[in-house]
Nanobody, 121 residues
């Protein structure tokens, strides 16, 4: 059974940093999405199975970095220069089929339980 476990969320002041982790039971192409209260889940970043390709939403480009450690089947999201509008529950997703990351929610087959990120102004 596929399992994804996120960690690393918390409360931080604007301008601060957090690093999220997502440990998977095996190796997948992975993505991070987020969902703020009253809003739909939106794409944040993704990384291919081999880690050679990364993808970012325009809103986080230059501030967030996605990476992976294939020996640990773990994907990270380093979030710098955080803003109050980054406040959301962050979810990692895994693609069963496909070696590339994807911008689209429908392309992910498995999801973690989510981790709360709160950025205070």
């Amino acid at each position: 059974q596929v399992q994804l476990a996120e960690s690393g969320g918390g409360l931080v002041q604007a301008g601060g940093s957090l690093r999220l982790s997502c440990a998977a039971s095996k190796r997948f192409a992975m993505g991070w999405f987020r969902q703020a209260p009253g809003k739909e889940r939106e794409f944040v970043a993704a990384i291919s199975w081999s880690d050679s390709s990364t993808y970012y939403a325009d809103s986080v480009k230059g501030r967030f970095t996605i990476s992976r450690d294939n020996a640990k089947n773990t994907v990270y999201l380093q979030m710098n220069s955080l803003r109050p509008e980054d406040t959301a529950v962050y979810y990692c997703g895994a693609r069963e089929a496909g070696y590339t990351g994807s911008y689209y929610l429908r392309d992910y087959d498995y999801w973690g339980q989510g981790t709360q990120v709160t950025v205070s102004s």
